[in-house]
């Protein structure tokens, strides 16, 4: 099986930044499509933004042009790099892989990250 860890998060004000790793483990084979999610408390889980494993990127209209995902194929590791931050980007955000070989989603814990202001 496959084990996501995110790191990163915390309490910044309104306007900082904040970086998100995700390190992966296990049962990787090759590259694979990786995401970051995130939910706020009474609300559904969203896509923030994903990598695919040519490195062509998504991002959700509420972030682009404030966050960046990027990835080390090396390292097995996803970042998102979140500028400009406002309250409403409170949540606890999750890290995800595709598995190419099974088909099978895997989920972080989540780290949570709190925008004040």
């Known amino acids: 099986q496959v084990q996501l860890v995110e790191s990163g998060g915390g309490l910044v004000e309104a306007g900082g930044s904040l970086r998100l790793s995700c390190a992966a483990s296990?049962?990787?084979?090759?590259?694979?499509?990786m995401g970051w999610y995130r939910q706020a408390p009474g609300k559904q889980r969203e896509l923030v933004a994903a990598i695919a494993r040519g490195g062509s990127t998504n991002y959700a209209d509420s972030v682009k042009g404030r966050f960046t995902i990027s990835r080390d194929n090396a390292k097995n590791t996803v970042y998102l790099q979140m500028n400009s931050l406002k309250p409403e980007d409170t949540a606890v955000y999750y890290c995800n892989l595709e598995s190419l070989v099974n088909g099978m989603t895997y989920w972080g814990k989540g780290t949570l990250v709190t925008v004040s202001s």
């Open positions: 296990g049962s990787i084979y090759g590259i694979n499509p």
